[in-house]
Nanobody
Framework: VQLQAYGGGLVQAGDSLRLSCAASGRTVSSVVMAWFRQAPGKERGLVARITGSGGSRYYADSVKGRFTVSIDNAKNTLYLQMNSLKPEDTAVYYC???????????????WGQGTQVTVSS
């Protein structure tokens, strides 16, 4: 699976952004898809996860109620709608694909290149 993430940018606190992750080489309906993020000096952590069917979603506590993960099987694309952005959301966001519903980055086999999200106060 090849993944390409895009949609990051510089926004102000309270703004919204939508990240996209286009997949090729394998249908996303057959894998578990996730968004991770990594801020400078911090470990990469799970933001949200969704099964390929869209039937199961998981969110980190820090983004619950603000972020929404979704998947479009027809477009083979994963999305992350981010609302009410905060400065602490500033990080490089990565999309990932794997075979299990895990919160650990090591369990994901395929990774996109990352897209920078910067939220100014």
């Amino acid at each position: 699976v090849q993944l390409q993430a895009y949609g990051g940018g510089l926004v102000q606190a309270g703004d919204s952004l939508r990240l996209s992750c286009a997949a090729s080489g394998r249908t996303v309906s057959s894998v578990v898809m996730a968004w991770f993020r990594q801020a400078p000096g911090k470990e990469r952590g799970l933001v949200a996860r969704i099964t390929g069917s869209g039937g199961s979603r998981y969110y980190a506590d820090s983004v619950k109620g603000r972020f929404t993960v979704s998947i479009d099987n027809a477009k083979n694309t994963l999305y992350l709608q981010m609302n009410s952005l905060k400065p602490e959301d500033t990080a490089v966001y990565y999309c990932a694909a794997g075979g299990v519903r895990s919160i650990y980055s090591n369990d994901y086999t395929y990774w996109g290149q990352g897209t920078q999200v910067t939220v100014s106060s």
